[in-house]
């Protein structure tokens, strides 16, 4: 913005905890890249701090370019489901995904192209930008989590992998059996998966009849997805024919398909 590049606008800061955690770098912006001026970035006036419901609700009254930074990361909580379903609709806005999107979370639907997501109950067509940059997700990697397990032997009930794609699980499990704990003494539990940790080893009790979701569809998109973009594709198709006439057409040549199939 000083530069030039883009227009001037306010940047808010739209999540209590965020705003807590920059206040700790105000205080410590010494101990931080010499480099870079972190009191003058983090006191810049385009800078805007909405702590308060109130504060952030304000936002939603703006019509002119700013920027919101809000959580959740993946947005499936927190004040930016508020936001994406003020503004996924619109052509003119652009969500930026500033890191690693899990399957089965709002923000890997949208970085896969969703045309459409459900918020808060709502359907809301995607028609705005979606961008992705991943310099944001900071957890250590295999080997980092490897040597972090290896540190803490001996491990003598068990590990529990639980926080991971499921390829992903898998792949750190081979790779601690080789050499850190023992293959048996590994879990990688699933969704609705019930475990007893007070035998002498943890075990998992019988609970198919409670799962909510079969573990192989738990990340993949379910037909209430395809429906949506069903419905979606129809209207669109409805709306770009030429009159009234076409769009007669295409609504009977629907009915006679869905006839045929009964």
Same mark, same amino acid.
């Given at each position: ?5 883009v227009p #001037?606008?306010p ?8 705003i ?11 101990s ?7 009191d003058? @970035? ?5 800078l +805007?701090f909405?702590?308060t419901?109130?504060?952030s +609700?304000?936002?939603m009254?703006?019509t ?8 959740s990361? !993946?947005?499936?909580?927190g004040?930016?489901?508020?936001? @994406?379903?003020r503004?996924l609709?619109?052509e ?5 995904l500033?890191?690693?999107q ?9 970085q ?7 918020i808060?109950?709502? *359907?809301i ?5 979606i961008r !992705?940059? &991943?310099e %944001?997700?900071?957890?250590? &990697?295999?080997a980092?989590i490897?040597?972090?397990? #290896? ?8 590990l529990f992998?639980t926080h991971?794609e499921?390829d992903?699980?898998a ?6 059996g *080789?050499?850190?704990?023992p293959?048996? +003494?590994? %879990?990688q539990p699933? @969704?609705?998966?019930i %475990?007893e940790?007070e035998?002498?080893e943890?075990?998992v009790l019988?609970v &198919?009849h409670r799962?909510?979701?079969a573990?192989?569809a738990v990340?993949?998109l379910?037909?209430h997805?395809e429906m949506?973009?069903l419905m979606?594709?129809?209207? =669109? +198709?409805?709306?770009?024919a030429a009159d =009234?006439?076409?769009?007669?057409v ?11 199939n009964?």
């Open positions: 913005m000083e530069r030039g590049e #001037a606008a940047i808010f800061l739209d999540s209590p905890l965020a807590h955690a920059t206040e700790v770098f105000r205080e410590h912006a010494a931080l890249d010499p480099g870079v001026d972190v003058r @970035l983090l006191n810049s006036p385009h +805007k909405t702590e419901v109130a504060e +609700k304000a936002i009254r703006l002119g370019f700013h920027i919101i930074i809000a959580a990361g !993946m947005c499936d909580a004040r930016i489901r508020h936001h @994406l379903k503004w609709w619109n003119r806005a652009t969500v930026l500033s890191g690693f899990a399957h089965g979370t709002l923000g890997r639907f949208l896969d192209g969703a045309k459409a997501v459900r808060q109950g709502d *359907e067509r995607v028609a705005a930008r !992705m940059i &991943d %944001y997700s900071g957890h250590a &990697d295999a980092g490897a040597g972090w397990i #290896a540190a803490r032997r001996p491990i003598a009930r068990g992998l991971g499921q992903a699980i792949g750190l499990a081979e790779r601690l *080789e050499r850190i704990v293959a048996a +003494k590994i %879990y699933v @969704l609705d998966d %475990y940790l035998a002498p943890p075990r019988d &198919d799962r909510r979701l573990p192989e990340t993949h379910d037909w997805n949506s973009e979606l594709d129809i209207s =669109d +198709k409805v709306a770009a =009234d006439r076409a769009r007669g295409i609504i009977r040549r629907l009915r006679r398909a869905l006839q045929e009964e």
